[in-house]
């Protein structure tokens, strides 16, 4: 059990020994990039955001860092993170909490770190304004015509009949208008209430998004320092090629 323990502990110490610090990204950062895909920042209902929409980022120019320090190394770095909309604002906040730098000799080091950092447009304004998507017009007005036509249908039904109030208090209703009108505009009514349902269950699962297209400029400021290390152990874009084993082959 001690020989395990030692062997176990000798692996790990080895393990960290292999991690060679190249590059930090400081807290407070500045990187510049632009999007690869677009935003799309689904508006959040009662507070909560549901399934937010995810997007990628590839830092593409100068990072600054305090002390007018600069770095060009970063370049082609890919980020990622999640989404959200302001319908107040009609824009969209957007968090970093994935970013990945592969080395030259295609070695990778990734990391995910919840709330890395937030984007900013290029002036700065941590919400990007962009374009409102929703149906909402499109749902006020066919629930307001679905519900109209049910009131006149039961209204046309309800005027076939009529109440008759009696001597000890109740009341009966009796048909003194046309039958075939009462059996069609209740029919009419239950229909128009059922296509009513049908429409509001099916809204359920719709939603409004602010929308960004891909290609505008963008900037990370960073929350969080990130270690970027080279590990030789680590994995690699292609491991024939970084062990000298590249042969060519065809695939059937």
């Known amino acids: 059990m001690n020989d395990d323990k030692g062997i176990v502990s000798d692996s790990i110490a080895d393990d960290e020994v292999t991690l060679r610090p190249v590059y930090t990204i400081p807290n407070n950062s500045i990187l510049s990039g632009k999007l ?4 799309i920042g689904r508006i959040p ?3 909560q955001l549901t399934d937010p929409f995810r997007f990628s980022i590839k830092i593409i120019k100068k990072s600054f860092y305090a002390n007018r320090h600069v770095n060009n190394v970063l370049q082609d770095v890919i980020a990622s993170g999640t989404a ?8 969209v906040r957007a968090s970093i909490d994935s970013i990945t730098f592969i080395f030259e000799d295609g070695t990778i080091s990734d990391h995910k770190i919840s709330d890395i950092g937030f984007i900013t447009n290029e ?22 015509l679905l519900s109209g036509l049910s009131s006149a249908a039961k209204a046309v039904s309800e005027a076939q009949k009529t ?5 000890n208090g109740s009341s009966s209703s009796s048909l003194t208008g046309s039958p075939s009108k009462l ?11 059922d296509a009513k349902d049908w429409f509001n269950q099916r809204t359920k699962s719709s939603f409004d ?23 030789p152990n680590g994995r690699k874009l292609d491991h024939q090629l970084a062990t000298g084993e590249w042969r060519n082959e065809i695939l059937d």
């Open 36 to 39: 690869i895909t677009g935003l």
């Open 45 to 47: 209902l009662d507070g």
């Open 84 to 91: 959200s909309g302001d319908l107040r604002l009609s824009c």
């Open 123 to 144: 002036y700065g304004l941590p919400c990007i304004e962009g374009e409102l998507i929703t149906d909402a017009a499109q749902y006020l007005m066919t629930t307001s």
């Open 163 to 167: 109440l008759t109030s009696n001597n």
């Open 183 to 193: 059996s069609a505009y209740s029919a009419l009514s239950g229909g128009v209430d």
């Open 209 to 231: 998004v602010i929308f960004v297209p891909s290609g505008k400029s963008v900037k990370i400021l960073t929350q969080e320092q990130i270690n970027i290390d080279y590990d």
